[in-house]
């Protein structure tokens, strides 16, 4: 039985309201779930008393969501990136990782390079 962690869209046209479900793979993206882990609502709501950015509610049980992963409960990807965001799971494309590894990679090109040049 191969389980995800997904997005069950509820709500009306133009404001979407999701639940973060554990479902079976194979079942419809609405069908009635394993378990209901929480709610995400991707209209951002105003800040409090005006001040700050609007925000995104997410409202989520860490612990459950904890189980299920360690179950081994694959995520979808906006799944995915709602639990990078809460701190379960490590972001799929961290910015700061591939801003490393494109130095890294462009050092060694230059070190190739060199080598080439100090052969001849």
């Known amino acids: 039985m191969v389980?995800?962690?997904?997005?069950?869209?509820?709500?009306?046209?133009n404001a979407p309201y999701y639940n973060i479900v554990v479902a079976q793979a194979r079942t419809a993206r609405n069908s009635k779930p394993l378990e209901v882990?929480?709610?995400?609502?991707?209209?951002?709501?105003?800040?409090p008393l005006g001040q700050g950015k609007p925000f995104k509610d997410i409202q989520l049980d860490t612990a459950r969501a904890k189980y299920w992963l360690g179950v081994g409960a694959q995520p979808s990807d906006p799944a995915r990136r709602l639990l990078a965001m809460i701190g379960l799971l490590e972001p799929r494309f961290n910015v700061t990782k591939m801003q490393q590894a494109e130095l890294n990679a462009?050092?060694?090109?230059?070190?190739a390079s060199g080598v080439v040049a100090l052969e001849e």
């Open 3 to 13: 389980l995800k962690i997904r997005l069950a869209r509820f709500g009306k046209r």
């Open 37 to 47: 882990l929480g709610t995400y609502d991707p209209i951002p709501k105003p800040a």
């Open 106 to 111: 462009a050092g060694s090109l230059k070190e």
